[in-house]
């Protein structure tokens, strides 16, 4: 308890401290407030301001559509135009084109054809030429860089070269530097050495004059140290007073402030009544939450099933096409992670959700042909699925596939292009797409597929597939089918993401019901708590009364302390004075005595021992400047070294590749000849076939130019109407774009209106400002905000915490009474309850020894009793049990035998059952150690005991098993596992047999 007292005094002094370091926290927190509501205002004034110019760009925004409106008004009536031109001209280039084929015959559309046939081989052939001489020009261009970059290698070295030689020089002439400072220093050091030898035979006398000198500091030192000590005890005085002066002042305050506390307590029982009223108003509240939240979860579940059986379905018939949909042997291969082996066509292409169903009917089951580098790539593939039985595949081997590109696409209503044309791949896969798609046209629909019918493959936009030998497909198929990239599992991700969404959303509800059930339980919890909260008003009522009269008392016996403190203050201050002129003169004699040992010190030998040791402090710099110069030489030799190795590493890299640029350079050019002979061929056998052409054209050359003609115009035409349309596309898109702006902009006028409807409500009084722009209010915000960082870290909670703290000095000082009183009752308290004690652990000794010595006699037929080890103190001491078997000694229980010291025990545990009974005891195999009496003994003295509690005994005795009221047997079975068997008449074996059997 005294230390208690002392730690409330300490805590006390501590909290006195604490307020006046709150006092300063809380002026800053004041301030940052006064900061917080000017910001406040700002930010107010910003909204109205900023909703002005978002009504402004709002109005801006709309002008913009209305003139795009127009425009693609007037585009939209020239697109129309030339929509009707092209329909006139394309009918009038069909007319002329069917003149053509009338009068042209076949012979000339053959000649025409092997023509253009002749002029796509010059074509290519030409095109295979350029890209040669453009591989070779590039080649030889790489060639001359190296070429440059090698011979700026060898410049680089020969500079490497020149440095590395100057550098070595500089390190010759830098160490014979080096070695001639260093004999310098050498030489200077002996000196200060042979002069310092000298100086010691006249330091005796300096040694006296030296020890005054000494003495008389020592004496100036304890005068300080007195001074000090004083000044920091008038400093521990004036500290007190001033804590004295706060506390007085505090408590002059504080019994202001619980006299105003007094009325406010009148008015708490209607505020206490209005709050227990809407507690009960928030827990009708979450009942009827907790009703709705249940009938939700109930919704979910059922909308979770519905989900659950279509998953189950799409993961059925998953399992048996395989994971990706290819079949079991398309996965292998795919699994297997073969090199060359790119994917299935499905999976290296992609395309527009619009064309899907068009391609993948078109496709088919090409879509599982495996894409491979070459065809000994296929066959390790072939003969991996033969090894593990995994089925057939078909591969696509870019090396052999033989493949044709489309040709012209029909000039049809309905026609959008060639399938591969549709699709997005790598190119280096070109030639698996166009054996993939072949010459495949996508067209729109069926009835304009109709009038191509046999002309071409087609397939239409909704799947139906017309062949080029007539044949029609289509209709409506349920089975799952191929398809691009991972489409196939797009629905069952989709399901499985709905699954999880709403497991989720049901998990969410099942923590949204235990936070109300919670939240019921708090509100119910709080109601309870108000409802005893207006008992004690009354009481606290009192309690304040009683608080004033002691705060006022606590003041009047604050004022002698004052006096008495201010008059030691004082006192502290004239020794202090005293002690100050002690100290003068003490002053005034070291200086004395200290000139008169400068006299006796030898000045010129200590002149030039000062002059050497600052000579051998130049010389000591000039050496390490010299040693610091010959490692920066080093440093830059070793530097120049390196770059010289990784630059003779770079030319030979690059002399490799210039050798193998020239090998293949050779290769490019003698492969120029062939191609040059093939084109020359072509362009004789193209003159041949024009010179015929150019025969049979006169009669066709006047309907040939006027076709030409209308196809410029038509050309021309198509031209417009594209414009027009990527015009229109344009003034679309800046349409959207500003109506989404727009959008943006009423959104954001939204939410700035329902700021300022709040900001109107929480203050009807509020005018908008009437000046000011955006970006001014927001830099007059920065500045506040600023100013608030700058202040920063606020201790908000000074305002409140420098209330409480003052309450909490108060209440300490009150404790610090009541400890006192309650400290002389508890020292009294303690003396009784020690006695009281040690009467009850006799009591219960004394009857445990009785208990004991009676049960031992009757287990052993020997005597044994328990003995304390300090009688006059049980507690300072242990217990000793002494036990003396039939016909043995008496001995403590360390020093018995494993079956003695089992008796001993087992007579203690029901020593102990005698004097306080347990229900229930469990014994693991205790009469192991016993021979066939004492087991024989303790079996019966069991039996006798079950009758005041229940015994769980296991033990693989005789006389245990016989005296139980019930028995279980366990053995081991065949298998290892163990069989318990319940046995009703208990017919026990032979000792040994049972033995060998555990």
């Known amino acids: 308890m005294g230390e208690k007292i002392e730690l409330q005094k300490i805590i006390l002094t501590e ?59 007037a585009l939209n009536e020239k697109l129309d135009k030339t929509e009707v031109a092209l329909v006139s001209l394309r009918a009038e280039l069909g007319r002329i084109e069917q003149e053509i084929r009338e009068k042209g015959g076949n012979e000339q559309l053959l000649l025409r054809q092997d023509l253009e046939n002749k002029r796509g081989e010059l074509t290519r052939e030409e095109n295979k030429l350029s890209n040669l001489e453009g591989v070779i020009g590039e080649k030889s261009k790489q060639s001359k860089q190296i070429g440059a970059q090698i011979k700026a290698i060898d410049r680089h070295l020969t500079d490497l070269s020149k440095q590395k030689k100057q550098h070595q020089t500089d390190q010759a002439a830098v160490k014979a530097v080096l070695a001639e400072k260093q004999a310098a220093l050498m030489e200077v050091l002996s000196e200060i050495e042979v002069l310092r030898q000298e100086k010691d035979k006249s330091s005796d006398k300096i040694s006296n004059l030296h020890s005054d000198l000494q003495k008389l500091r020592d004496e100036r030192h304890e005068l300080e140290v007195r001074k000090t000590a004083l000044k920091t005890k008038r400093e521990s005085l004036e500290r007190e007073l001033e804590n004295l002066r706060t506390r007085a002042t505090e408590q002059i305050a504080r019994v202001a402030q619980v006299k105003g506390l007094l009325g406010k307590l009148e ?27 249940k009938e939700e979860i109930e919704s979910k579940r059922h909308a979770q099933d519905t989900v659950n059986r279509r998953l189950i379905e799409l993961e059925t018939t998953r399992e048996v096409q395989g994971e990706s949909g290819y079949g079991r042997a398309v996965e292998a291969i795919l699994a297997a992670n073969i090199p060359g082996v790119h994917g299935t066509i499905g999976q290296l292409g992609s395309v527009d959700s619009q064309y899907t169903t068009a391609l993948e009917t078109a496709i088919g089951p090409r879509l599982a042909h495996i894409v491979v580098d070459d065809d000994q790539i296929a066959q390790k593939c072939i003969e991996y699925l033969k090894a593990n039985q995994a089925g057939r595949a ?27 044309n549709l699709i997005n791949f790598n190119p280096r896969f070109v030639k ?17 597929a109709r009038k191509l019918i046999n002309q071409a493959r087609m397939v239409t936009l909704e799947g139906e597939l017309f062949d080029k030998s007539g044949s029609i497909s289509g209709g409506n198929d349920n089975k799952a089918k191929l398809h691009f990239g991972s489409r196939g599992e797009s629905d069952l991700s989709v399901l499985k993401q709905t699954a999880k969404s709403l497991a989720d959303q049901i998990r969410w509800l099942k923590d949204s019901i235990k936070e109300l059930e919670n939240s019921l339980g708090e509100e119910r919890s709080k109601l309870s708590k108000a409802k005893e909260n207006m008992a004690h008003k009354l009481a606290e009522l009192e309690s304040k009364r009683k608080q004033v009269k002691e705060i006022e ?27 100050e002129q002690k100290i003068k003169e003490y002053n005034q004699a070291i200086e004395t005595l200290e000139g008169s040992l400068e006299g006796a010190r030898d000045k010129g030998q200590k002149s030039k021992l000062e002059t050497l040791i600052l000579k051998s402090e130049e010389l000591r710099q000039s050496v390490s400047a010299v040693e610091a110069d010959h490692k920066e030489n080093q440093r830059l030799l070793d530097r120049v070294e390196t770059e010289e190795r990784v630059e003779i590493t770079n030319r030979e890299n690059l002399t490799g590749q210039a050798n193998e640029l020239g090998v293949e350079l050779d290769e490019l050019e003698e492969q120029k000849p062939q191609h040059e002979n093939t084109i020359s061929t072509l362009r004789s056998a193209i003159n041949e076939m024009e010179q015929k052409v150019s025969v049979l054209s006169e009669e066709l050359e006047s309907m040939r130019q006027a076709k030409e ?37 009423e959104q954001q006028l939204i939410q700035v209106k329902e700021e300022i409807e709040k900001i109107l409500a929480e203050n009807p009084q509020y ?87 009676q049960i031992f006699a009757e287990l052993s037929h020997g005597t044994g009793r328990l003995e304390l080890e300090n009688p006059e103190n049980p507690f300072e001491g242990g217990l000793v049990i002494r036990a003396q078997p039939r016909d043995k000694k008496m001995q403590r229980i360390e020093a018995l035998s494993g079956g003695e010291k089992s008796l001993t025990a087992l007579s203690f545990v029901f020593a102990f059952q005698r004097f306080a009974p347990a229900p229930f005891y469990a014994f693991d195999e205790v009469d192991m150690m016993l021979d066939g009496a004492n087991a024989e003994r303790l079996a019966q003295m069991v039996k006798r005991q079950s009758e005041q ?7 693989l005795r005789r006389p245990m098993i016989e005296n139980a009221d019930h028995a279980v047997g366990v053995s081991l079975r065949a298998d290892g596992y163990s069989r318990t068997v319940g046995i009703k008449e208990v017919v026990i074996p032979d000792e040994e047999p049972l033995k060998a059997l555990a």
């Open 267 to 293: 008015f708490e029982y209607q505020d206490h009544k209005a709050l227990v009223a809407g507690i009960e108003r928030s827990i009708q509240q979450l009942e009827g939450e907790l009703e709705s939240t």
């Open 767 to 853: 005018e908008a400002p009437s000046a000011g722009t955006v970006e001014q209010l927001r830099q007059q915000v920065e500045r506040l905000e600023r100013r608030m960082r700058a202040l920063e870290p606020v201790n908000m909670k000074a305002l409140e915490e420098y209330n409480q703290t003052s309450e909490r000095q108060q209440e300490l000082a009150d404790n610090l009474e009541t400890l006192a009183d309650e400290k002389e009752e508890i020292i009294q308290r303690i003396d009784g309850y020690g006695q009281l004690k040690k009467e009850t652990f006799m009591e219960a000794f004394t009857a445990i020894n009785q208990n004991f010595q």
């Open 394 to 420: 078909t591969f696509v081997p870019l090396n052999r596939i033989q493949t044709q590109p489309p040709g012209l696409l029909p000039n049809r209503p309905g026609v959008i292009d060639f399938a591969y």
């Open 15 to 73: 909290i006195l401290a604490r307020l006046e370091i709150l006092k300063t926290d809380r002026d800053q927190a004041l301030k940052y407030l006064d900061l917080k509501t000017q910001k406040e205002t700002v930010e107010r004034d910003l909204v109205f301001v900023r909703a002005a110019e978002l009504e402004e760009k709002a109005s801006l925004e709309l002008k913009e559509i209305e003139k795009l409106n127009s425009k693609e008004e």
């Open 709 to 745: 003609s209308i196809h410029e115009r038509v050309t021309q035409t198509e031209i417009e109407r594209t414009k027009f349309d990527q015009e229109l596309i344009r003034v679309k898109e800046q349409r959207n774009a500003h109506k989404i702006a727009h959008y943006d902009v």
């Open 553 to 579: 008392e606590d003041v009047e016996s604050i004022k002698p302390q004052l006096r008495e403190k201010g008059d030691e203050v004082e006192r502290i201050e004239q020794e202090a004075v005293s002690l």
């Open 432 to 448: 698996a797409f166009q054996y993939a798609c072949g010459q495949t046209i996508v067209v729109d629909t069926m009835e304009n």
């Open 949 to 955: 509690a229940q015994f769980v005994v296991v033990s």
